[in-house]
């Protein structure tokens, strides 16, 4: 069973900034929190990973919160190509682990 | 990102017949594959983890003898539907991770829709 909890769906306006929760109050201390994300009949896409630390790159921001039991998903400017269902996915960061799917966000980005 | 490639990305076939889907990592060696199956509007499901070179680990559920894995190259794993019925029908999608460096995000494919009819 997934470890996480996202809310079904959200709703952003093109060009503000998404921000994606995500609880994960069982996380392990060996666990990563990963963010894919699945545009409609496509494979997931990888977005970011971390374990405790906030990491940036360029496609977005992940923010974690000092306990790790939840984290934000950040998009700074959302465009209408990030309309998407980002998963939340915690995992162990080694060979075998495996990344098992929640139900996801399904982010609407609006014009 | 490294690339992973799946082949076909569509397959129509009749009921009774076998589908053999590839995945192919282009760039990095997949030391490690996982085999996922989506039906419209759920999940990614895991079915199968595979290590090169040796039999795939399946998860409960799934049953080993319909869904032939095969993980005989570092770049090259494939999923065998066998005796395919329609409610095999569905997305199936390869993901393909490296040891090492590559030992970080998994890297997906593109998916293939099957349709059996």
């Known amino acids: 069973d997934a470890k996480t909890t996202q809310p079904t769906s959200m709703d952003c306006a093109e060009g503000r900034a998404a921000n994606l929760p995500c609880n994960h109050s069982?996380?392990?201390?060996?666990?990563?929190v990963y963010w894919y994300r699945q545009i409609h009949s496509q494979g997931p896409q990888y977005i970011i990973h971390?374990?405790?630390n906030n990491e940036t790159n360029e496609m977005a921001s992940l923010i974690i919160t000092e306990d790790r039991k939840s984290s934000t998903l950040i998009l700074p400017h959302a465009t209408l190509r990030d309309t998407a269902v980002y998963y939340c996915?915690?995992?162990?960061?080694?060979?075998?682990?495996?990344?098992?799917f929640g139900q996801g966000t399904e982010l609407s980005v609006k014009p | 990102g490294a690339v992973v490639s799946q082949h076909p990305s569509r397959v129509i076939c009749k009921s009774g017949t076998s589908v053999k889907i590839e995945c192919r990592s282009l760039d990095f060696q997949a030391t490690t594959m996982f085999w996922y199956r989506q039906f419209p509007k759920q999940s990614l499901m895991l079915m199968a983890t595979s290590n090169e070179g040796s039999k795939a680990t399946y998860e409960q559920g799934v049953e080993k003898d319909k869904f032939l894995i095969n993980h005989a190259s570092l770049t090259l794993s494939t999923l065998t539907v066998t005796s395919a019925h329609p409610e095999d029908s569905s997305f199936y999608i390869c993901?393909?991770?490296?040891?090492?460096?590559?030992?970080?995000?998994?890297?997906f494919g593109q998916g293939t829709r099957l349709t059996v009819v």
């Open positions: 996915i915690v995992r162990e960061y080694n060979q075998g682990g495996k990344l098992i």
């Open positions: 993901s393909a991770r490296g040891g090492g460096q590559m030992n970080t995000e998994a890297f």
């Open positions: 069982t996380i392990s201390g060996n666990e990563y």
């Open positions: 971390g374990l405790k």
